[in-house]
Nanobody, 115 residues
Framework: QVQLVESGGGLVQPGGSLRLSCAAS????????MGWYRQAPGFSRELVAL???????HYAEPVKGRFAISRDNTKNTLYLQMNSLKLEDTAVYYC?????????WGQGTQVTVSS
């Protein structure tokens, strides 16, 4: 059983920054594309950033130019650097494989952007 643990969320003002981390219990990042998802109340879960196994990255339009996904395969850790945060970025953020996620979902980490 692969476990995913997200951390790094918190309360931040608009325009601020946060760096999220996703730790995996097993070495998987070399095998699967990994992404960050988010879900806000009243909204479906959406993929906001994806890191493929060939090293390319992809971003949903609302976060392009503001978020950056990266991985450290040695540490089995996925990161999401979030800059210029907006109110609409408020959500619970999760990590999982690309294509909707087929690993068990972790608890997520809450990101709240508020003035």
């Amino acid at each position: 059983q692969v476990q995913l643990v997200e951390s790094g969320g918190g309360l931040v003002q608009p325009g601020g920054s946060l760096r999220l981390s996703c730790a995996a219990s097993e070495s998987i990042f070399r095998t699967y594309g990994m992404g960050w998802y988010r879900q806000a109340p009243g909204f479906s879960r959406e993929l906001v950033a994806l890191a493929t196994t060939d090293g390319t990255t992809h971003y949903a339009e609302p976060v392009k130019g503001r978020f950056a996904i990266s991985r450290d395969n040695t540490k089995n850790t996925l990161y999401l650097q979030m800059n210029s945060l907006k109110l609409e970025d408020t959500a619970v953020y999760y990590c999982n494989t690309g294509g909707g996620g087929f690993l068990p979902w972790g608890q997520g980490t809450q990101v709240t952007v508020s003035s």
